[in-house]
């Protein structure tokens, strides 16, 4: 039985090294493209798509949410809708500003 627990345990933190590993890239990646002087829109656009990648290895992982069942991520989508409803709030709230001149 010690084998099969060893070979387990092996197992389960080879994926943790890994997910490290990915998160270490893409923290490296983070900082070469703050070196990159994009404009500002796509500068937060390229950050916010690294910290979802960063954030969905972590939730998924070590919080493990990779072996949930089906409400979890049922749940986990809703809040990611309402996330992005959120964050569009403040887009529509200007785009009532513009005023069209022909």
Not at 6 to 15: F, G, P
Not at 25 to 46: K, M, N, P, Q, R
Request: aromatic share 12%; net charge neutral.
């Amino acid at each position: 039985m010690d084998a099969h627990l060893s070979h387990d345990v092996s197992k389960h933190v080879r994926t943790y090294v890994m997910v490290f590993v990915a998160l270490m890239v893409l923290t490296l990646v983070t900082v070469a493209v703050s070196y990159l002087h994009l404009e500002t829109h796509e500068a937060i656009f390229v950050a916010l798509a690294i910290a979802t990648i960063k954030g969905s290895l972590v939730a998924a992982f070590f919080m493990h949410l990779i072996d949930e069942r089906k409400l979890i991520y049922s749940v986990l989508a809703l809040t990611a809708a309402f996330f992005l409803v959120l964050m569009f709030i403040p887009l529509f709230t200007n785009l009532d500003r513009i005023v069209l001149r022909y």
